[in-house]
Each structure stands twice: as C-alpha cells, then as structure tokens.
C-alpha cells in the first residue's frame, strides 16, 4: 500500500473512531442529564501519554475536549501527562485507558509519517 493511501487511512480510521465515541458519548451523557438521580463522580484524571510532537498532544487534547464528558484542561510542561477532566471519574483506569487506546495510539500512528 502506498504511503500516501496509507496516511489517508490512517486519517479516516481516527475521524471514524471519533464519530463513534462522539455518538456514544453524547448519548450517555444525555442519559445522565435526564436522570433523576444520575449516579456520576466527576473527577481531574493525569493521563500519561507518550506522544512527540506538539501536534499531536494538541490534536489529543482537542479530541479528547470535544467528546460529551471530558475536558483536557492541561498539558504538562514535559509534556507527559495531560489532565482531563472527567464528568464520570468513578474509573480512571477505564478513562486512562480508553483514552490512550482509541485516540493516542491512532494519533502516533499519524505522527511516524
């Protein structure tokens, strides 16, 4: 496959998986705005990420602002750590996780070209 077609893809795959998570997210967090008692915690959470180029964490923390529920609110000055702010925190690691899996991995991928 060609480099170009390639990086195309790789694009592609990231605006999809964002369309997804923005679904998802806006819907749940709908569902917690209509509850009566809505069973949420929100919380500051560090996410450790390992991207290198500033692009990229600003292309992080603005995916991560722009899905229903979090709020990237800092980068670290080593750029290491990027806090976000969670409407639902009552699982870090899930956040943490899914953060980096969805978003992080896909954006290095797009950073190594």
Do not use: K
């Not at 008692?37 to 996410?47: D, F, G, K, R, Y």
């Not at 991207?51 to 923390?61: E, F, H, N, P, Y």
């Amino acid at each position: 496959m060609t480099s170009l077609l390639r990086r195309v893809l790789d694009v592609v795959e990231l605006l999809g998986i964002y369309l997804y998570e923005l679904i998802v997210s806006s819907v749940a967090v709908a569902a917690a705005a209509f509850s009566p008692a809505p069973n949420m915690q929100s919380s500051i959470i560090a996410v450790p990420i390992e991207l290198r180029t500033d692009l990229g964490v600003a292309v992080l923390a603005s995916l991560v602002s722009l899905t229903p529920g979090n709020c990237a609110l800092h980068v670290s000055e080593d750029r290491r750590l990027l806090y976000v702010h969670a409407l639902d925190g009552r699982a870090p690691e899930q956040i943490i996780t899914s953060i980096r899996q969805v978003f992080e991995r896909r954006i290095a991928r797009i950073e190594r070209w």
